[in-house]
Nanobody, 119 residues
Framework: QVQLVESGGGLVQPGGSLRLSCVVS????????MEWYRQAPGKQRESVAR???????IYADSVKGRFTISRDNAKNAVYLQMKSLKSEDTAVYYC?????????????WGQGTQVTVSS
């Protein structure tokens, strides 16, 4: 059983910072792409940032220069450092990962963590 558990969400003022963490647990052979998505009320879920196994990173235009994604392969973890937060960053943030268990490669989601940017 593979689980993704996010943490680090909360309430922050505009211009503030937060760091999200996501740890993958279970019987894991390897983890490939790891990604953060977000979903604001009434909107579709969108990709925020992605880090590939090689370390290559890709960001949505809306967060470039403000968010930084990183991973720690030894800890099976991915992080999202968010700076200069804006009200439009308010959303539930989800961790997503492609995990190999034995011969099988499966995509998994975390349960989400709420980020609210408000004064």
């Amino acid at each position: 059983q593979v689980q993704l558990v996010e943490s680090g969400g909360g309430l922050v003022q505009p211009g503030g910072s937060l760091r999200l963490s996501c740890v993958v647990s279970g019987t894991i052979f390897s983890i490939y792409n790891m990604e953060w998505y977000r979903q604001a009320p009434g909107k579709q879920r969108e990709s925020v940032a992605r880090v590939e196994y090689t370390g290559t990173t890709i960001y949505a235009d809306s967060v470039k220069g403000r968010f930084t994604i990183s991973r720690d392969n030894a800890k099976n973890a991915v992080y999202l450092q968010m700076k200069s937060l804006k009200s439009e960053d308010t959303a539930v943030y989800y961790c997503n990962a492609d995990v190999r268990v034995g011969e099988r490669l499966t995509n998994y989601w975390g349960q989400g963590t709420q980020v609210t940017v408000s004064s």
